[in-house]
């Protein structure tokens, strides 16, 4: 969520130059057919997930796959380009103080929507959508899975049917990156009697109509997904005729299926596969560093995980580097906070307090009560074993066999940890399903966070105001000041007075952690050479971010005879 207007964007992000990321892109053997010539129309492309969302709604579930699928289907006010640049979707500008979409004081916002834009039905889409869906999403009988940019938000005007106006209660230096990028515009008139609880039911977030480049034609459950073009679309393209997404929880088959032709795209394949991807005749593997990290979420509400002293014991018996290096062959980049090393509200009097340090780790199991009264390795407190579980989504290897990395480092300092893993949509189930994280039915939660470029969205993770259903608090950590530092960044316009407070921040999650940052991802990519002008996306507008302008070339795929 780039903040165009105040340019708050990481300097990690602007310290990659554009063709070191081109570089870091064109791995592998295969040569790419020539894309001078002019898009082709037609093709099907068929894209791998391991994932298979529970629903298509973003404003309910926040899946990786979801967010793909979703991505074709629905429109946004904005989203992020390849190089980390806000650019406008449903809208025909961005707002800017020198536009006139925003007001002087910031706390006026005016969004002008094209004109040209309709729902896969026919209708035409206007600011009444606009205004409905932001209804939804503060509606309190809705669990949304974040109001965070929202709730500033003092009163909504549609002038005319392609403007609508925000009134703010007080400046949101980040609110034109949050205005409907991570959230799709929904139809009103398909929609309207879908209020209140009724929404978590409706059926069509199994069976949505958009406004996007595609339009839902089927779903067989466990089996795939099918989109096809909709050829009404205000934007290019788009050019294929079909995109269909095929679910395959194994990892492994999915890259068979990749060699043997029955799968176009492998989405974030397995970092310990590039030696077998490279030498797939016909396939152009894509390295892009990712805003997206692998974390722990203790949750503080389990009896033994109250205790600071025990997660932060936790914190200094976790091996980051051997669990890099182990599992993904040094690929992948340590990550002492959940902020990048070169980005502004990066703190590092904090990182440097984020270390491996077994020995600490004893001390505070010690001074909380914590010793070895039978001599079996294990810790132990009146009669009870230091003993928790850990969940993770079940059918990824290398985060199986992190866990069992884990297992032996927190072994080392007395912890005896149980490995108890879910389906995706168990795991990352919503509110009302009963989802594991949303229920806070876990001791030690194993998953990933595609983060945003500004860091205003760690309200929705861990302030108190954001215990599921109400946000993504999922460690369902209760701190009170961070909680007012996280609200007070979210308002600071001044640029180094806000880095100071995301530092402050930075030092709570530390010294407290209800988190234990892993590691950064690098999302490995496997695509037919066929396919034209895919271009990765690190940030929430994921890969599929411009497919409307993906074509195939005339060039057929060699398929590895292996």
């Known amino acids: 969520m780039v903040r165009k207007f105040l340019i708050l964007l990481p300097v990690f992000l602007l310290a990659c130059s554009s063709s070191d990321r081109q570089a870091s892109r064109d791995t592998g053997h295969a040569s790419v057919p020539d894309s001078s010539s002019a898009p082709s129309h037609g093709g099907r492309l068929i894209i791998g997930v391991q994932q298979e969302p529970e629903m298509l709604s973003e404003i309910l579930n926040s899946m990786a796959t979801n967010n793909m699928v979703c991505n074709l289907l629905f429109s946004k006010f904005v989203k992020y380009d390849d190089h980390f640049q806000l650019v406008p979707d449903l809208l025909t500008e961005i707002p800017t103080l020198q536009n006139g979409g925003i007001s002087a004081d910031h706390r006026t916002y005016t969004y002008h929507m094209r004109s ?25 009988q809705v669990n949304v899975e974040s109001r965070e940019g929202w709730d ?17 209660k007080r ?11 991570d959230e799709a515009v929904l139809p009103e008139h398909l929609l309207k009697n879908s209020r209140g609880e009724l929404f978590h039911s409706a059926k069509f977030h199994h069976a949505p109509i ?42 492994n088959a999915l890259l068979v299926q990749l060699k043997t032709g029955e799968i176009d795209m492998f989405d974030n394949a397995n970092i310990n596969f590039m030696s077998q991807l ?30 600071q002293r025990v997660r932060r014991a936790l914190s200094y018996a976790t091996n980051k580097q051997e669990i890099a290096d182990r599992i993904y062959d040094g690929l992948v980049k340590v990550a002492a906070l959940d902020e990048f090393d070169a980005s ?9 307090r984020a270390t491996f340090d077994p020995a600490k780790a004893r001390r505070l199991l010690h001074d909380a009560g914590w010793t070895d009264t039978d001599g079996d390795g294990i810790l132990d407190r009146n009669g009870q074993p230091l003993r928790l579980t850990i969940a993770a989504s079940s059918g990824q290897p290398n985060r199986e066999r992190t866990e069992l990395v884990l297992r032996d480092q927190w072994r080392q300092v007395g912890v005896d940890l149980v490995v108890s893993n879910y389906g995706p949509t168990v795991l990352y189930g919503t509110y009302e399903d009963g989802g594991i994280l949303k229920r806070g039915k876990f001791d030690v939660a194993m998953y990933a966070w595609l983060s945003s470029p500004a860091p205003s969205r760690r ?3 861990y302030a108190s105001t954001s215990i599921p259903p109400y946000g993504q608090n999922h460690p369902r950590f209760v701190n009170g000041e961070l909680t007012q530092l996280l609200e007070a960044g979210s308002t600071e316009g001044d640029t180094a007075k806000r880095e100071a407070i995301y530092r402050q921040v930075q030092d709570i ?38 497919a409307s302008q993906w074509y195939l070339s005339d060039t057929p795929r060699e398929v590895s005879s292996r």
């Open 116 to 140: 040209d834009a309709r729902w896969h039905d026919g209708v035409p889409v206007t600011s009444a959508d606009a205004r409905f869906t932001y209804e939804i999403i503060m509606d309190p």
């Open 152 to 168: 500033v938000v003092d009163s909504v005007a549609t002038p005319d049917e392609h403007t609508i106006v925000f009134h703010l």
């Open 171 to 181: 400046p949101y230096p980040d609110f034109v990156s949050e205005t409907f990028y």
């Open 210 to 251: 958009g406004s996007g480049p595609f339009k839902f034609e089927s779903w067989v459950p466990g089996s795939h997904l099918t989109l096809v073009a909709n050829h009404d679309y205000y934007g290019e393209g788009p050019y294929l005729d079909q995109i269909i997404f095929k679910f395959v929880p194994n990892e």
């Open 278 to 307: 490279k030498n797939i005749p016909g396939i152009r593997v894509y390295q892009t560093p990712m805003l997206m990290y692998e974390h722990l979420d203790f949750n503080t509400e389990q009896p033994i995980l109250k205790d």
């Open 344 to 352: 502004g509200y990066f703190a590092p009097e904090a990182a440097a």
């Open 459 to 461: 309200e929705a993770l």
């Open 509 to 546: 999650l530390v010294d407290q952690a209800p988190v234990v940052p892993l590691f950064w991802y690098t999302a490995i990519d496997p695509v037919t050479v066929r396919l034209q002008n895919f271009r990765p996306n690190a940030t929430q507008s994921t890969d599929t971010w411009n």
